[in-house]
């Protein structure tokens, strides 16, 4: 019997109500669909999305958007990408409780395919945390204990656009990721 592994991708976007001045033109969403399409032919590929403000939703899912999944389901995946397109501004900045819906479905989906999958974290803001635990500490000990679900197989990279805030914390969260930090001051190019 062969066992394959799987790459799975998730992306974290932030829609709280700063990115209706910081990413008007919903950028950040667009360069998200750019990678999706690029590789969306590819065999053993599954894609996740979950959007915050106040609180996480996810965007890609089967029962309710309190518990995302993984799918490589032509018709779930694309109801997902309606979402993301179609979700407003709105709210504060949660990362927190994003941190830990995100690390909640790769634990489900490691549990539920018990294969040696791999899982890409990209997460997507302009802003710095107003709601839940908001210390750098709290943040990085959540990517921590996502990345640890399976060491050298979950990775967490953090993206800042907007030029508001101040992405130290994001860059602390993608170094305890194992991944990469990137910073864009203007999404309006």
């Given at each position: 019997e062969e066992n394959f592994t799987y790459t799975n991708y998730l992306f974290i976007i932030d829609y709280s109500g700063s990115n209706s001045s910081t990413d008007s033109r919903n950028v950040r969403v667009q360069k998200s669909l750019e990678f999706y399409?690029?590789?969306?032919?590819?065999?053993?590929?599954?894609?996740g999305a979950i959007g915050f403000e106040s609180s996480p939703k996810a965007m890609i899912f089967e029962t309710n958007d309190k518990e995302p999944i993984f799918s490589d389901n032509v018709e779930i995946v694309e109801a997902g990408i309606e979402r993301m397109k179609n979700e407003g501004a709105s709210g504060s900045t949660n990362y927190s409780d994003t941190i830990d819906m995100a690390t909640q479905a790769i634990a489900d989906d490691m549990a539920q395919n018990k294969r040696d999958d791999n899982y890409i974290v990209f997460f997507l803001t302009d802003g710095?945390?107003?709601?839940?635990?908001?210390?750098t500490g709290g943040l990085v000990?959540?990517?921590?204990?996502?990345?640890?679900?399976?060491?050298?197989?979950?990775?967490f990279s953090s993206a800042y656009y907007g030029g508001q805030g101040e992405p130290a914390k994001l860059e602390a969260m993608a170094e305890a990721g194992d991944g990469k930090f990137l910073e864009f001051t203007d999404t309006n190019n």
């Open positions: 399409e690029e590789r969306k032919d590819l065999p053993y590929v599954r894609w710095e945390p107003n709601v839940g635990d908001t210390s000990s959540r990517v921590e204990k996502l990345v640890g679900l399976k060491k050298g197989k979950v990775f």
